[in-house]
């Protein structure tokens, strides 16, 4: 009796470690994001479907008008590309100031989102660095 009683306890507990293990991955696991907005490839192709869709445009010149917002999009983010470290220093400029008014505690904290804020927007910070979306959470 008491080693149904050992098995029993161990089938249970293991089945609720399962449980808790799932509910848990099911909280922080998200599906990973799809390309924002931001990317100029997917604003072109989401301005294209809204223009066909609202001028009535025929396939010829939905097709056209796509070219032509893609190649835009393509000459914005080489300028982006090219001003992105003039970008980064005044964001670091007023993160050093944000800094100069924090208590050495705060500091700590305000690392700490700095470190999220530039990992959310890419590993490196530079015009070699290709600008993407942010990587989907883990």
Request: positive net charge; without cysteine.
């Amino acid at each position: 009796m008491n080693v149904w009683k050992l098995v029993t306890g161990v089938v249970l507990l293991l089945l609720v470690g399962i449980l808790f293990g799932s509910i848990g991955t099911w909280l922080l696991m998200k599906p990973p994001r799809p390309p924002g907005p931001w990317h100029h490839k997917n604003r072109s192709a989401e301005m294209a479907d809204r223009l066909a869709k609202e001028l009535d445009l025929t396939r010829a010149q939905k097709t056209a008008v796509e070219d032509i917002l893609n190649k835009t999009g393509e000459k914005l983010h080489e300028h982006f590309m090219q001003v992105k470290p003039e970008v980064d220093k005044i964001i670091d400029e007023g993160f050093a100031q944000i800094k100069t008014q924090l208590t050495a505690p705060q500091k700590m904290e305000f690392e700490k989102i700095r470190r999220k804020f530039d990992r959310r927007h890419g590993p490196g910070r530079g015009p070699e660095q290709p600008f993407l979306p942010p990587p989907p959470p883990h």
